[in-house]
């Protein structure tokens, strides 16, 4: 491994590391992580690589943690998505995730509606699919 890649690797771990981060700050929002958010978040850090070890770390160290936006334009969408879905997953948004998901979604260049219009296409899916995968794909179909 040269020098090259592994500021590369420790630039890819700051980005999942955030990404995680932003999931946890909506999760942590209302005042605790349930079930269904845990296991999302479990669920995207293993997509990451992350370890168990890695979440404890991340929660306890939120603040350590730097914004830093995914690569590309797909990547960002995703990780908007993600944190729309996570807001929506325990059936109840409090208006503290609608403001870090809005305060995300512009700082990587989107409007604060972005937000909005996820929740109405998501559960405007939610008829024909219940996978977050499956909903995602349905809805950048709709906007590619």
Same mark, same amino acid.
């Given at each position: 491994?040269?020098?090259?890649?592994?500021?590369?690797?420790?630039?890819?771990?700051?980005?999942?590391?955030n990404y995680l981060k932003q999931l946890i700050k909506v %999760?942590?929002?209302?005042?605790? !992580? *349930?079930?269904?958010?845990?296991?999302?978040?479990?669920?995207? %850090? @293993?997509?990451?690589?992350?370890?168990?070890?890695?979440?404890? *770390?991340?929660?306890?160290?939120?603040?350590?943690?730097?914004?830093?936006?995914?690569?590309? #334009?797909?990547?960002?969408?995703? /990780?908007?998505? *993600?944190? @729309?879905?996570?807001?929506? !997953?325990d059936g109840n948004i409090d208006v503290n995730e609608i403001?870090?998901?809005?305060?995300? #979604? /512009?700082?990587?260049?989107?409007?604060?509606? !972005? @937000?909005?219009?996820? @929740?109405? #296409?998501?559960?405007?899916?939610?008829?024909? #699919?219940?996978?977050?995968?499956?909903?995602?794909?349905?809805?950048? %179909?709709?906007?590619?």
């Amino acid at each position: 491994m040269g020098l090259f890649d592994l500021f590369k690797r420790e630039d890819s771990d700051s980005t999942d590391k955030n990404y995680l981060k932003q999931l946890i700050k909506v %999760a942590m929002s209302d005042g605790n !992580i *349930d079930e269904k958010e845990n296991k999302f978040i479990n669920k995207i %850090a @293993v997509k990451f690589n992350l370890s168990n070890e890695d979440i404890t *770390d991340i929660k306890s160290n939120l603040q350590d943690i730097k914004f830093r936006e995914p690569q590309n #334009a797909k990547a960002r969408f995703q /990780m908007v998505f *993600d944190l @729309v879905w996570l807001m929506l !997953i325990d059936g109840n948004i409090d208006v503290n995730e609608i403001h870090i998901c809005s305060r995300v #979604a /512009m700082k990587m260049g989107y409007e604060p509606q !972005i @937000v909005e219009d996820l @929740v109405n #296409a998501i559960r405007n899916n939610l008829v024909d #699919a219940t996978e977050p995968e499956a909903i995602y794909e349905k809805i950048l %179909a709709t906007i590619e």
